[in-house]
T-cell receptor, first 114, second 111 residues
Framework: GAVVSQHPSRVICKSGTSVKIECRSLDFQATTMFWYRQFPKKSLMLMATSNEGSKATYEQGVEKDKFLINHASLTLSTLTVTSAHPEDSSFYIC??????????FGQGTRLTVV | GESVGLHLPTLSVQEGDNSIINCAYSNSASDYFIWYKQESGKGPQFIIDIRSNMDKRQGQRVTVLLNKTVKHLSLQIAATQPGDSAVYFCAENPTGNQFYFGTGTSLTVIP
């Protein structure tokens, strides 16, 4: 299947700092990518839709100034968690959808804010 | 987001038996569904998909059934193996490109 690569897989940062997570589609172009957040033993919650060359669309309740999304090319979307706090600690996952319909996911990023 | 739920949060099966994981979705406009498998600490892995113009689709050891009348999906895994132990999610696509996920079912295969 299609490959979506996410980096880093784990990151620990101090409270108040910002963290950037990258999501790349390795063998296809993705005009749209998606960012999800997952708490332990919970389902994936869609945070935002990342659109190449335009602003991201955020789900209700997601702070766009907190979670900055940039989709500057057809193969790369980034999520920056700004001024991170312990409650931002979570598993963040990106996905990209093929034109044929299927959506493939990155490996996820475990963020721990201390 | 959309409401996509699973009937059973946990399921234990004996190795070699068949597994059935169920999912209810709420949006009758959803026309595309995917089942994912997620192992601990990893991203979801695509298993099988189905469009609303079908009621059954088979893959390798897996079958997805779609009942649009009652808005129900199921994933059947034949001859379940220990490597099938994971959390399984159904996801629906009601509009645009977004997918919304159910709560997940944790499958444990007993050797």
């Amino acid at each position: 299947g299609a490959v979506v690569s996410q980096h880093p897989s784990r990151v620990i940062c101090k409270s108040g700092t910002s963290v950037k997570i990258e999501c790349r589609s390795l063998d296809f172009q993705a005009t749209t990518m998606f960012w999800y957040r997952q708490f332990p033993k919970k389902s994936l919650m869609l945070m935002a839709t990342s659109n190449e060359g335009s602003k991201a669309t955020y789900e209700q309740g997601v702070e766009k100034d907190k979670f900055l999304i940039n989709h500057a090319s057809l193969t790369l979307s980034t999520l920056t968690v700004t001024s991170a706090h312990p409650e931002d600690s979570s598993f963040y996952i990106c996905s990209a959808r093929l034109q044929t319909g299927g959506a493939f996911f990155g490996q996820g990023t475990r963020l721990t804010v201390v | 987001g959309e409401s996509v739920g699973l009937h059973l949060p946990t399921l234990s099966v004996q190795e070699g038996d068949n597994s059935i994981i169920n999912c209810a979705y709420s949006n009758s406009a959803s026309d595309y569904f995917i089942w994912y498998k997620q192992e601990s600490g990893k991203g979801p892995q695509f298993i099988i998909d189905i469009r609303s113009n079908m009621d059954k689709r088979q893959g390798q050891r897996v079958t997805v059934l779609l009942n649009k009348t009652v808005k129900h999906l199921s994933l059947q895994i034949a001859a379940t193996q220990p490597g099938d132990s994971a959390v399984y999610f159904c996801a629906e696509n009601p509009t645009g490109n977004q997918f919304y996920f159910g709560t997940g079912t944790s499958l444990t295969v007993i050797p």
